[in-house]
């Protein structure tokens, strides 16, 4: 299984970007797919997932400014980040699960850099 | 629901014994998993429903508890096991955050 992210680099504030993770070997519209990411130094923060439905749950610290979406036909999910602002900056990973539970399989990340 | 993990570090000796704890705010039934993170690289899911050790992962590794109070421990701490520890749950429905980390190193 592989998951990989694109999308990353440096922004500036008020900005937006849209990650995309790219997966194979599994369809991104029968599973689980989240983003975590984690500002340099520190701990890992959940950000969103949507599931096989198509219902997408976000953060209380990222809701109203991303978007989660996929694309079945290019099997990739998406991160949209409108409105950056510095404390945005971090890497970005994607991964997979199966149902509300375990994140199997991760990405290798994306630097997102918001800086005036 | 919010987590917290202690110790958020600790340095043993090659051999030792290690336990980790992860505390919720509330139940979270058996729903949490532990990560294992080295520096640079994606997080690896370990232990998953408290105690379910994921395919592949060395048996020095283990899981226990339910409800509010859940258990990391490594039996026998090895070298390649420096890295940080996260705990998270997964309860009912989204958000799943996870525990602010235990950094493990070697003595």
């Known amino acids: 299984v592989q998951l990989v992210e694109s999308g990353g680099g440096l922004v500036r504030p008020g900005e937006s970007l849209r990650l995309s993770c790219a997966v194979s070997?599994?369809?991104?519209?029968?599973?689980?797919m989240s983003w975590v990411r984690q500002a340099p130094g520190k701990g890992l923060e959940w950000v969103s997932v949507?599931?096989?439905?198509?219902?997408?749950y976000y953060a209380d610290s990222v809701k109203g400014r991303f978007a989660i979406s996929r694309d079945n036909s290019k099997n990739t999910f998406d991160l949209q980040i409108n409105s950056l602002r510095n404390e945005d900056t971090a890497v970005y990973f994607c991964?997979?699960?199966?149902?509300?539970?375990?994140?199997?399989?991760w990405g290798q990340g994306t630097l997102v850099t918001v800086s005036s | 629901i919010q987590l917290t993990q202690s110790p958020s570090s600790l340095s043993a000796s090659v051999g030792d014994r290690v336990t980790i704890t992860c505390q919720a705010s509330?139940?979270?039934?058996?729903?949490l998993n532990w990560y294992q993170q080295k520096p640079g690289k994606a997080p690896k899911l370990l232990i998953y429903?408290?105690?379910n050790l994921q395919t592949g992962v060395p048996s020095r590794f283990s899981g226990s508890g339910s409800g509010t109070h859940f258990s990391f421990t490594i039996s026998s701490l090895q070298p390649e096991d420096t890295a940080t520890y996260y705990c998270?749950?997964?309860?009912?429905?989204?958000?799943?955050?996870f525990g602010p980390g235990t950094k493990v190193e070697i003595k």
């Open positions: 991964a997979i699960s199966f149902s509300f539970s375990s994140l199997e399989y």
């Open positions: 070997e599994f369809s991104v519209s029968s599973n689980y």
């Open positions: 949507i599931h096989g439905g198509g219902r997408t």
């Open positions: 509330q139940d979270i039934n058996n729903y």
């Open positions: 429903e408290a105690s």
């Open positions: 998270q749950q997964y309860d009912t429905l989204p958000p799943f955050p």
